[in-house]
């Protein structure tokens, strides 16, 4: 009986073999780094709650929450994102040698592509809240984020910069803190202050009004966003003021009567969902003073649906009722054929800009020319 035995390696060739079983085992160990670091940076990680920074004394709140998930808003955004897409293809397509326009199409989305590019970039969760100001009669801001993707590597990345650059952090807008890896935003340190407490805060303070609180949990879940507003600390005076100074080319129509009425409010909430790209469904209520001020309310919003009816400037098709009930008045619009007229008044307010930025460089080369004009008549005569 023989017996074989695999010849030992020559000496020469053992170095050889125990680096390339080194350098397979770093590069294993480089890959496997590599990909956690990847996924670290990539997973949301411990998040808190956005609503978590609204509190008794908050005056008013919106919330979002999921938007990149639903599918009613999924459908719109990618509706109108292709379409501008579309238009800038065609808009370029004539700048284009014809041999290369296969690019142009090569680089347009698919709707699946969109609704993917949605759910991985827009935030999960938000939620924004104003506050009163101890030192002033403008109500301030502070919100709240969760983001779906990169929150750790954006805090490490917020607070390195911080660090490196404290100096010229000092001109930031506001006030930047993380809670676990939600980013939290306040107007002024103190608002800062007041809206980090909430975070840890097990329940609200005793004696402390919670109408706001009672707005927030009234939520209906299908709505997309939600907004929430209680009349205190001059709250509604405020919001008249803006409302006063909106743009002409709002797409709607708000009357100053209606904002001159916002102070006889208590409280109001509004709720939109999202059904689809071609139907929106808003409800909006309103709590007035007494039964008196609910009736003006109920006029003026049955106004505001009347005058908001489809037109040449007015795309939308909207559907609507008004009812009363005591002090409350609450008003319901459905929305059909959204994503055709978000197009078109898209459509519109770009040839309204590109209009007003011919008639500036209009104005700008008659100004030239007045000035050239002046510069010549003060020109001494030459002599002969």
Request: with cysteine.
């Amino acid at each position: 009986m023989t017996t074989s035995t695999t010849p030992p390696l020559p000496r020469r060739k053992q170095p050889l073999l125990n680096c390339a079983i080194g350098c397979g085992a770093v590069l294993i160990v480089l890959i496997v780094a590599i990909t956690g670091l990847y996924f670290w940076a990539v997973s949301p990680g411990a998040q808190i709650p956005t609503q978590r920074v609204l509190g008794p004394e908050s005056l008013a709140f919106l919330r979002i929450e999921k938007i990149g998930y639903d599918e009613g808003f999924q459908s719109l955004a990618a509706e109108i994102l292709l379409d501008i897409q579309d238009t800038e293809i065609q808009r370029t397509a004539r700048q284009v040698p014809f041999y290369l326009q296969w690019l142009n199409q090569a680089q347009r989305s698919t709707p699946a592509e969109v609704i993917r590019n949605l759910e991985r970039d827009l935030p999960t969760d938000i939620t924004l809240t104003v506050e009163a100001a101890p030192d002033s009669q403008t109500p301030v801001v502070a919100a709240a984020v969760n983001l779906s993707r990169y929150p750790r590597l954006l805090r490490w990345t917020f607070y390195w910069i911080a660090g490196q650059f404290s100096s010229e952090m000092q001109d930031f807008p506001g006030k930047v803190e993380f809670v676990e890896n939600t980013a939290v935003w306040a107007q002024t340190p103190e608002t800062m202050r007041i809206v980090l407490d909430r975070t840890v805060q097990v329940s609200p303070k005793a004696g402390a009004s919670t109408q706001i609180l009672q707005l927030l949990q009234s939520a209906d879940p299908r709505w997309d966003l939600y907004l929430a507003a209680e009349n205190r600390e001059g709250l509604m005076q405020e919001a008249a003021r803006l409302l006063q100074q909106l743009p002409e080319d709002f797409p709607l129509d708000v009357s100053p009567a209606l904002a001159d009425q916002l102070p006889s409010l208590e409280s109001f909430w509004l709720g939109v969902d999202i059904a689809s790209k071609e139907l929106v469904e808003v409800q909006w209520e309103v709590t007035a003073k007494s039964e008196l001020e609910a009736r003006k309310w109920a006029a003026l919003i049955q106004e505001f649906a009347r005058i908001n009816q489809p037109g040449p400037d007015n795309p939308l098709r909207m559907e609507s009722s008004v009812l009363r009930e005591g002090s409350r008045v609450s008003l319901q619009l459905r929305f059909s054929e959204v994503a055709t007229a978000v197009v078109q008044l898209a459509a519109q307010a770009q040839a309204k800009a590109e209009e007003r930025a011919r008639e500036r460089k209009r104005e700008r080369e008659q100004q030239r020319e007045r000035q050239r004009q002046l510069e010549r008549e003060d020109q001494p005569p030459s002599k002969p």
